[in-house]
């Protein structure tokens, strides 16, 4: 197993920006394919964005595609997610996960991944 810890929450302004970091430790860490979600209050949580092994692949939701990125540092055993133009329909709890997979696999699914972080918040104000 690998223990993810989410940190970059905050609350802020619609149309500004935050940068998500999520650190790994346990297992080496580009065996991992690497996924963010999402949960806003009342509602399930979906997926935002993924990336492969190496960071060669990615994939995002038609929601946060042109506004967020996610990129990989294997040397630094984190992932991040880097939100711009932030909508308050943004607002919610953003997790990390980790998850097994082929070196060009990605995640689009909650059931790939086997490890969670705790969760970092982001509050977007209208």
């Known amino acids: 197993q690998v223990q993810l810890v989410e940190s970059g929450g905050g609350l802020v302004q619609a149309g500004g920006s935050l940068r998500l970091s999520c650190a790994a430790s346990g297992r080496p860490f580009n065996t991992y394919v690497m996924g963010w979600f999402r949960q806003a209050p009342g509602k399930e949580r979906e997926f935002v964005a993924t990336?492969?092994?190496?960071?060669?692949?990615?994939g995002y939701a038609d929601s946060v595609k042109g506004r967020f990125t996610i990129s990989r540092d294997n040397a630094r055993n984190t992932v991040y997610l880097q939100t711009n133009s932030l909508k308050p329909e943004d607002t919610a709890v953003y997790y990390c996960?980790?998850?097994?997979?082929?070196?060009?696999?990605?995640?689009?699914?909650?059931?790939?991944?086997?490890?969670w972080g705790q969760g970092t918040q982001v509050t977007v104000s209208a």
């Open positions: 996960a980790a998850g097994h997979g082929g070196t060009y696999h990605l995640g689009y699914y909650s059931y790939e991944y086997a490890s």
């Open positions: 990336i492969s092994r190496s960071g060669i692949r990615t």
